[in-house]
């Protein structure tokens, strides 16, 4: 893609495919037969064997049609091999397939025409739904013989709901409307075609002929009498349960009649059918009556009155399932006719339903939900605030996420439009730089790589093109996929926020579009969810124990109640000194059980023996996750926690009928048994840990020890601290600190500092540990690019691996605030030479690591540049100039006079001017934790 020039990622209808085309043609006069092809790969052999070696499998197909037979190219699958073969059989009958757009007046005609042929004798004998619905409608008893329900139509024939389209648009939405067009379509077939009394059924004028008929007969005669089907009965009051059902359907009636009884409806006629509801490949399907004050008839000139007084009472549950109000009990059936069970003769296609596919299809609805069934994980996986790199990721991603929820909600297919930008390094050389360049480019004097980065601006419409959503992220990406993908998240994360925190305020609701760079269509997003979310307020209006994710924000609940809770784990087994950080991608073993308080009950609801996760993008429920971080490897955690929303237990759960029991007592709570089984460090950590002996991260700590105890600090800040490990390791050590400070703008890494710290800090107290010294500390919440008074004149303030992480302009702003507002007395900066990535690359692929073209570039995903050690020295010496500071480098791993020089390159900033200057008072940052030796402590987790 050309810098600067957009590129639209949307997934438009696509025209029929060329194995549809011959299907649509000939039916089941046409066959695939695949044949493997063998290939020797000689040239592929190595010299020394005479062994010949098999390549990969090669696939041909023959199509055979009525008239000629056509032989495929050579494939590698079997199903290209068929494509082929569909292809060249289209092209050699003239056939090009393209959008079919007829006008109005046009598509009446078509649809009259489609009406006729769908009662002929031609189509009753072929291969489709319909035909099988009109197959069954022949061995229906007494008046109703032959008489075909106008909404199997509706819903089987795309043809007919295509051209439905064609003549009024609005029908998109409403099963009605287009069954009000099939009527007065088939009133212009009267000569052929009779109308039931209540204008919801048709029949053929004529009898099929006996030939056709008979065969038929004969092929229903010969299967068993009935089947029993599990389905699901959906009451309409809310105070009855969601019940199973089992329904015995004969193969000498018509399973819609049955259906019908259950409802209490005379006949198949006056029952509709939903669109699927779940899966795109899913045949599960509401059933529920048609509204009473419906009428289709003469005096109504075909007029859908659906304005009128239903006597039923809405249900919720199934309106919520299927996106329009349905009035009166539902069923929920996996039951039918479909594409998939015609085609391989097994006809009538049947699948049991239980209480869990009810729950579980509640879920799908929502962005978390489809994220957690993607994970067959309903309990311990959440939906990830960030997305890191794709080889963390696990489960479907974002934009796949996105795409099914606007499917789900009947929406447009989001659009995607992406942009390239070309853009120099922000720093360039420096005067004697001797050829060395900037990031990207090589390091011999050859000119200057421009970056190339992307952004991505997302869209989400209605049918009616209606924009509803649009998210614009500020920032950039490496990858055009992790600019989507980024993007498709932020949208998901707002759509979470806006279904499931339905007490969250308009202002809120704004502000966090905000924060997520959305701007929000706030007419249109009614427009678009406005039943869907009346169906959440009728739920939370059940009462308030029903303890439902579409009641309740239990995840919001859940995030305020880790330091509490967390305390409660209980870890068995010896520590492996394995421990998990940020970044790191952990696999645990884990098993999720209900208990009864006060009675010797558990159930067992959810597991799993290996499920990976990355560590601080809230992948799982934020309890468990803080149970892995207290855990090293080899160990086990038992943690218990309150409920969380009963249709995630019962969708989880295998046998709902004991956990519906339990869940009645209204006294349990969820057990949880988690083992870590191993700890994936991130690339640029893994890297060094295999490279250097000790690890730079303990060599850079020693290194800030040094000039602590040469410079008699007492008073030190992290600036960046993250979970603390800085502050934690120097209070391992002897020093002269009596007060320590770390900021960080990850309130996850903060609490996790907090809790070491605390305990580090209050268990010397009663001992002779090295942090006995120390009578302070503090944890702020801010960004180091701003100023805050508290923290002026401090001995010394580290910045350890932290830059590299914010923009090359933000970086700039940082160096400027902490010299010129903060003014330590030393300041310690370290950051990764880039120049040392190349050596670090090749030990690597020498340990086995998968080669990955961007992961070295730089030496971790969210690094956001990496420089040379020209490019390092010219941002230094230029900021301690400004500054009145002196400078001088060093580093660690590696040696200053050997090249490429260190890996990890270190600056550090000495004030010249030992004047204590007069600054205002800001105090920007927030205090999330305090301890003194007094006694004293405070913390906001």
């Not at 696509?14 to 043609?25: G, R, W």
């Not at 000569?191 to 030939?211: A, F, R, V």
């Not at 919520?320 to 003769?345: K, M, N, P, V």
């Not at 925190?501 to 427009?527: F, G, M, R, W």
């Amino acid at each position: 893609m050309e810098p600067g020039k957009p590129s639209v990622i949307v997934s438009k209808k696509p025209l029929p495919s060329p194995k549809s085309i011959i299907n649509q043609k000939f039916g089941d006069k046409a066959t695939y037969k695949v044949e493997e092809v063998e290939d020797c790969i000689q040239n592929a052999r190595p010299p020394a064997l005479g062994i010949p070696q098999k390549g990969p499998c090669l696939y041909r197909c023959t199509l055979e049609l009525p008239e000629f037979s056509i032989v495929s190219d050579i494939c590698k699958s079997k199903k290209d091999a068929e494509r082929s073969a569909a292809e060249k059989a289209i092209q050699k009958l003239g056939i090009h397939p393209k959008e079919d757009n007829p006008t109005p007046q046009e598509a009446w005609d078509q649809l009259v025409n489609r009406l006729s042929f769908l009662f002929s004798n031609e189509f009753l004998s072929s291969v489709h739904p319909v035909s099988c619905h009109l197959r069954d409608a022949l061995q229906r008893d007494g008046d109703f013989r032959g008489f075909l329900p106008v909404s199997t139509i509706a819903v089987f024939d795309s043809k007919v709901c295509s051209l439905c389209k064609c003549i009024k648009p609005e029908v998109e939405s409403n099963l009605l409307l287009v069954m009000e067009l099939i009527i007065r379509a088939a009133e212009k077939l009267s000569g052929s075609l009779i109308l039931s009394e209540d204008h919801l059924s048709l029949k053929k004028l004529n009898s099929y002929p006996p030939e056709i008929e008979q065969p038929l007969s004969i092929s229903e005669a010969s299967m068993v009498e009935s089947i029993p089907v599990e389905v699901i009965r959906l009451p309409s009051s809310v105070k009855n349960a969601v019940e199973p059902l089992t329904l015995n359907v004969s193969f000498s009636g018509y399973y819609l009649d049955v259906i019908a009884c259950e409802l209490g409806l005379r006949d198949a006629s006056k029952v509709l059918i939903s669109r699927p509801i779940g899966k795109a490949s899913s045949e599960t399907r509401l059933y529920y009556r048609i509204p009473i004050a419906t009428t289709l008839n003469q005096s109504s000139k075909y007029h859908i009155n659906q304005t009128g007084h239903h006597e039923a009472e809405l249900n919720v549950r199934a309106s919520y399932l299927c996106g329009q109000e349905i009035y009166g009990d539902a069923i929920l059936a996996s039951l039918g006719y479909s594409w998939r069970s015609i085609s391989t003769q097994l006809h009538l296609f049947h699948e049991a339903l239980s209480i869990r596919t009810y729950y579980r299809l509640l879920a799908y609805k929502m962005p978390r939900g489809i994220y957690k069934l993607s994970r067959d994980a309903l309990l311990a996986a959440e939906l990830p605030t960030i997305f890191t790199t794709r080889s963390n990721w696990k489960g479907s991603f974002p934009k796949e996420i996105l795409i099914v929820f606007c499917r789900q909600h009947r929406l447009s297919e989001p659009i995607f439009l992406c942009k390239s930008f070309e853009s120099q390094p922000a720093l360039q050389e420096s005067p004697g730089s001797g050829g060395q360049k900037t990031n990207g480019s090589d390091l011999d004097g050859s000119s200057t790589k421009p970056i190339v980065s992307y952004k991505c601006v997302l869209k989400i419409t209605s049918k009616c093109q209606d924009l509803i959503i649009q998210c614009s992220p500020k920032e950039s990406f490496k990858k055009e996929a992790d600019a989507v993908e980024t993007t498709a998240l932020k949208v998901l994360s707002w759509l979470d926020l806006f279904f499931v925190k339905l007490d969250v305020s308009a202002e809120d609701v704004t502000s966090a579009s905000k924060d997520l760079d959305i701007l929000i269509y706030p007419q249109n997003i009614l427009k678009e969810f406005g039943l869907c979310l009346s169906m959440h307020y009728q739920f939370q209006g059940i009462g308030a124990h029903s303890h439902s994710f579409l009641a309740c924000g239990y995840m919001h609940q859940q995030r305020n109640k880790l330091d509490d809770d967390i305390s409660f784990a209980k870890i068995d087994g010896q520590d492996s000194g394995i421990t998990p950080c940020a970044g790191c991608m952990v696999c645990v073993s884990y098993s999720i059980s209900l208990v009864a308080e006060g009675e010797c009950m558990k159930e067992h609801i959810e597991s799993s023996e290996e499920f990976e996760f990355e560590i601080g993008c809230g992948a799982v429920f934020p309890l468990l996750e803080a149970a892995v971080m207290q855990m090293s490897v080899g160990q086990s955690s038992w943690i218990n926690m309150e409920l969380p929303p009963d249709e995630f237990i019962l969708g989880a759960a295998g046998d709902s009928a004991t956990i519906v029991t339990l869940l009645s007592t209204g006294m349990c709570f969820v057990e949880c048994i988690i083992t870590l089984l191993q700890v994936t460090v991130p690339p640029e950590d893994r890297m060094e840990l295999a490279f250097f002996k000790p690890p730079l991260s303990k060599q850079r700590v020693e290194y800030a020890l040094q000039h602590i105890r040469q410079s008699c600090a007492a008073s030190l800040v992290d600036l960046g601290c993250g979970s603390g490990s800085l502050l934690d390791s120097l209070l391992e050590y002897p020093t002269s600190l009596e007060k320590i400070v770390g900021v960080d703008l990850s309130h996850k890494g903060l609490a996790r500092a907090a809790k070491i710290l605390h305990q580090k800090l209050s268990a010397s107290m009663d001992t002779e540990l090295s942090s006995k010294k120390v009578k302070s500390a503090v944890l702020f919440y801010g960004s180091i690019t701003d100023f805050d008074s508290r923290l002026y004149g401090f001995d010394i303030a580290t910045c350890l691996e932290v830059i590299e992480h914010m923009e090359e302009d933000q970086a700039c702003i940082f160096g400027d605030v902490v010299l010129h507002s903060f003014r330590p007395s030393i300041l310690i900066v370290s950051t990764p030479n880039y120049e040392y990535n190349t050596i670090l690359k090749r030990s690597a692929l020498q340990n086995g690591e998968e080669e990955d073209q961007g992961m070295f570039k730089f030496r971790n995903h969210d690094h956001k540049f990496e420089w040379t050690r020209e490019q390092f020295r010219h941002w230094a010496t230029d900021l301690a100039l400004r500054h009145n500071y002196g400078v001088e480098f060093s580093g660690v791993g590696g040696e200053a006079d050997k090249e490429p020089g260190f890996a990890s390159q270190i600056a550090v900033f000495r004030n010249r001017n030992d004047a204590i200057l007069t600054t205002d008072a800001a105090e920007k940052y927030e205090v999330v934790w305090e301890w003194n030796r007094d006694g004293n402590s405070s913390s906001a987790f």
